[in-house]
């Protein structure tokens, strides 16, 4: 059982940045990949970012350029640093971990990006 535990959220103006965070209950060296997805209001839940235990990433197309994904093993968290935000970027934003063949999410942090 893997506990996720984001943070981080907030109201940003457009052009501004936010960095998430996703705290794990299990070191995240042991975790086969980390995700970063977002869902908006009547909208499904879209991927944004993943990174494995190997250290690669990749992102949607919609956040490349903008966005980063990264890790601090030694305090078993990941981050999602957020540039460039624009009002479409607003929704809430999920954790994953990949583990053992399953697959563990966070509660979400909301992030609203105003115009």
């Known amino acids: 059982q893997v506990q996720l535990v984001e943070s981080g959220g907030g109201l940003v103006q457009a052009g501004g940045s936010l960095r998430l965070s996703c705290a794990a209950s299990e070191s995240i060296f042991s975790i086969d990949a980390m995700a970063w997805y977002r869902q908006a209001p009547g909208n499904q839940r879209d991927f944004i970012a993943i990174?494995?235990?190997?250290?690669?990433?990749n992102f949607a197309d919609s956040v490349k350029g903008r966005f980063t994904i990264s890790r601090d093993n030694a305090k078993n968290t990941v981050y999602l640093q957020m540039n460039s935000l624009k009002p479409e970027d607003t929704a809430v934003y999920y954790c994953k971990a990949l583990y053992m063949a399953r697959q563990y999410w966070g509660q979400g942090t909301q992030v609203t990006v105003s115009s």
């Open positions: 990174i494995t235990s190997g250290g690669s990433t």
